[in-house]
């Protein structure tokens, strides 16, 4: 019989990668659903998975819809990635935040150890968890200092989940992920909103693209290549967590080199620096340190900065070019 896989966060970039991988796997499929808002399946769609995964009218904020859903599909795995993901929007919503990013982390864990405790649950931990970073590379052992209501609220998220753990032997791990992007990437983060503007000032339609603090410095990955890492975490015998990564970090400023280089423009001829842009309280660096996911699950990154850009710019450039 296929195993069979829950996911909330189903609609989001890392739900349709990791449903798309599952899927290949020969899983049977489902994904939580809010009806809080217009089409939000565009990804699956675009990932030519929307007909096959099962998706169930559900909120993670609601313990019995939760349940109800669980009892529906009866997974073997859990993949909580659901959460109010843009850190900005976090300082001018921070209850709805806490909310969506801290508090359904307790309902879901609580919904999954009354149903069936013995379901393998995911949580999606975040790097910006670390934010005033206490180490030139951050693992597993790193202390956190969250620097964004956003990093708070993921914080508890990552403590109650072990927690859940090692207070009731729940198969349960979180995984500690820098950033990845992609071409499904929301158009508010900043490589997409950069990706975009490149696309659009190449054919015309745009003149500058006005960014925040371009000395920041991320460590970016391919989510397509980070949603193997989590199915990884749980098919091992012990639930564990665990960072991922690549281990190279890069500037904003570098990033957006990047990007324009790719259609033959210099950034330096369209970058505006907008104070409004500006964080209230900046993340300087983050570097991870994927040893421990190298080690025991046997996972690397296999797409370079370089590619990832380069598949985010072209697609955005199509695109454009067909009115988006």
Known sequence: MAKKALISGITGQDGAYLAKLLLGKGYEVSGLLARRSSDTSWRLRELGVLDSVKLIDADISDLSSVIRALHATTPEEYYNLAAQSFVATSWYQPLLTTNATALAVAIVLEAVRLTDPKIRFYQASSSEMFGKVQAELQDESTPFHPRSP???????????????????????????????????????FVTRKVTDAVARIKQGKQREMRMGNLDARRDWGFAGDYVEAIWLMLQQPDPDDYVVATGRTVTVREMCHLAFRHVGLNYEDHVVVDPKFFRPAEVDVLRGNPAKAQRRLGWRPKTSLEELIAMMVDADTRRVAAGG
């Open 150 to 188: 956003y990093g708070v609220a993921k914080l508890y998220g990552h403590w109650i989940t072990v927690n859940y753990r090692e207070s009731f032997g729940m198969h349960a791990s979180s995984g500690i992920l820098f950033n990845h992007e992609s071409p499904l990437r929301g158009i508010e």
